[in-house]
């Protein structure tokens, strides 16, 4: 349990939700790199919006895989 809360602090941890992979939530460190104050931000919004088309779309296949 350690391990896994010392990696959400450090690290961009992120949830998206339906077939449209819009964010529902993300931890702390991944809105500061995003340089967004507070989760209302993130909510609705794609990996498209933040990062490159081709790793945009490579998070995207990633999870579409666990969702499938």
Known sequence: AAIARDA???EAVASTAGRELRYV???AKGLEIRDL????EIKGRS?????PPA???AFDA???AIMD
Do not use: C
């Not at 990996?47 to 990062?51: G, K, L, Q, S, V």
């Open 25 to 27: 939530l993300m931890n």
């Open 37 to 40: 104050r507070g989760g209302r």
């Open 55 to 57: 790793l945009s779309a």
């Open 47 to 51: 990996a498209a919006e933040f990062f």
């Open 8 to 10: 959400a602090e450090h």
């Open 62 to 64: 990633e999870d579409r």
